[in-house]
């Protein structure tokens, strides 16, 4: 069964950091494009970085500069580095992975930036 398990949310303060990790399981293969979208309350799901196999990356404007997305072929992880926090990167956040036309999502992890 094809899955994603993300992990390395939690409370932090303004200018923390985190490191969030999603790892692929199952039945995926011939990953192309990884990423991270979140979603906060009463606002609609947005991007915030996605790295292809090759290497290279997109950030959403926001988070440039501050975020870093890197991602372990072998072992079918992708990671974002979150430093410099702000409240407003307050979110629930999604790993997505997709393979060909196939879009798969993780069941989100809750990062909260507040003093």
């Known amino acids: 069964q094809a899955q994603l398990v993300e992990s390395g949310g939690g409370l932090v303060q303004p200018g923390g950091s985190l490191r969030l990790s999603c790892a692929a399981s199952g039945s995926i293969f011939l990953i192309s494009t990884m990423g991270w979208y979140r979603q906060a309350p009463g606002k609609e799901r947005e991007l915030v970085a996605v790295?292809?196999?090759?290497?290279?990356?997109n950030y959403a404007d926001s988070v440039k500069d501050r975020f870093t997305i890197s991602r372990d072929n072998a072992k079918k992880l992708v990671y974002l580095q979150m430093n410099s926090l702000k409240p407003e990167d307050t979110a629930v956040y999604y790993c997505n992975v997709r393979t060909g036309p196939i879009d798969y999502w993780g069941q989100g992890t809750q990062v909260t930036v507040s003093s």
């Open positions: 790295i292809a196999r090759g290497g290279s990356t």
